[in-house]
């Protein structure tokens, strides 16, 4: 299994500029996280899927912000314009969803992206 | 509501020695807890987790922890600590209520093992 897979790995761009991230979720995986961690601000949820479908998008920052899930295999979470304060690691989970029974949540490698 | 606090952002351990990282939480109803850990420039590892049963988990690398409810705290430890050990470590809280799959992680505790 190759875990969860995100690209680019590093992505620097400058203000202005679309950024686009993307993820490719465990197989047979339902849910799918995408999170921010800064120094300032710690690990933080900005939204999550279910079977595809947005469920949670509290967390996401503003307007700029924007992610989708066109199927069960790949995710992309936009920034639109960028801005040096959207400088940060983002990362990407997956994890089964069952009504029972929890799982934890398997985490990609993350982007780093840095904004000039 | 769901909370977690880590209260130390630094934890310095001899290798050799016992470790603890503390961990306490808030929930609604009853808790689901996690342990992760995350070394430089990489994803999140899960360690552990605490769903019910047993209040003492295990978990990988031979780290442990201790589920107390009374006083709302979930601390990680290991009987004898590894340079290897030395990490940023996480931990996470979700309400066990049906379709919540909001992790809420606190702000981490950087070990560091001192050969």
């Known amino acids: 299994d190759a875990g969860v897979i995100q690209s680019p790995r590093h992505e620097v761009t400058e203000m202005g500029q679309e950024v686009t991230l993307r993820c490719k979720p465990i197989?047979?995986?339902?849910?799918l996280f995408w999170y921010r961690q800064t120094m300032m601000r710690g690990l933080e949820l900005l939204i999550y899927?279910?079977?595809?479908?947005?469920?949670?998008d509290s967390g996401m920052p503003e307007d700029r912000f924007s992610a989708k899930m066109p199927n069960a295999s790949f995710s992309t979470l936009k920034i639109q314009p960028s801005e040096p304060r959207d400088s940060a690691v983002y990362f990407c989970a997956s994890s089964p969803n069952h009504r029972s029974i929890d799982y934890e949540q398997y985490f990609g490698p993350g982007t780093r992206l840095t904004v000039t | 509501a769901q909370s977690v606090a880590q209260p130390e952002d630094q934890v310095n351990v001899a290798e050799g020695n016992p470790l603890t990282v503390k961990c306490t939480y808030s929930?609604?109803?009853?808790?689901?807890l996690f342990w992760y850990v995350q070394y430089p420039n990489r994803g999140l590892q899960f360690l552990l987790k605490?769903?019910?049963?047993?209040?003492l988990v295990k978990g990988s690398y031979g780290f442990e922890a201790e589920f107390n409810k009374s006083q709302t705290s979930f601390h990680l430890k290991k009987p004898s600590a590894l340079v290897s050990d030395s990490a940023l470590y996480f931990c996470a809280v979700r309400d066990m209520r049906v379709g919540n799959e909001k992790l809420t992680f606190g702000t981490g505790t950087r070990l560091t093992i001192i050969p």
């Open positions: 899927f279910n079977n595809n479908v947005p469920i949670d």
């Open positions: 929930v609604s109803g009853n808790p689901y």
């Open positions: 197989s047979g995986h339902n849910s």
């Open positions: 605490y769903i019910t049963g047993d209040n």
